[in-house]
């Protein structure tokens, strides 16, 4: 989470944070699932778009407010979570 709060400043972006992790016990619920199916923080909301694990959120926000660092499209964030899921979960 903080790596996505460090390029939301860098960016110079207005944001809103909410705690949430193990230790407010809200990651587990129903509707937070619903958000992020692996129950861990960070997710971002953006409009109608939710993103989940903080690489997948830095590169979207590269790919929206600063596509000069990636050459990404935003597009691409659904294929980033579970590229990062995988390739940061697999044994």
Known sequence: MQKAI?????LGLPYTRE???????????????????NAKVPTMIDGDLVIWE???ILRYLAAV?????????PARAHHWSSA????????
Do not use: M
């Open 65 to 73: 407010h600063g596509p000069t660092l990636t050459g990404a499209t």
């Open 19 to 37: 705690d949430y992790g193990r230790q407010f016990g809200n990651t587990l619920t129903d509707a937070y699932r619903k958000l992020n199916p």
């Open 6 to 10: 460090f390029c939301l400043e860098e």
């Open 54 to 56: 903080s690489h997948t």
């Open 84 to 91: 990062g899921w995988i390739g940061c979960s697999a044994p």
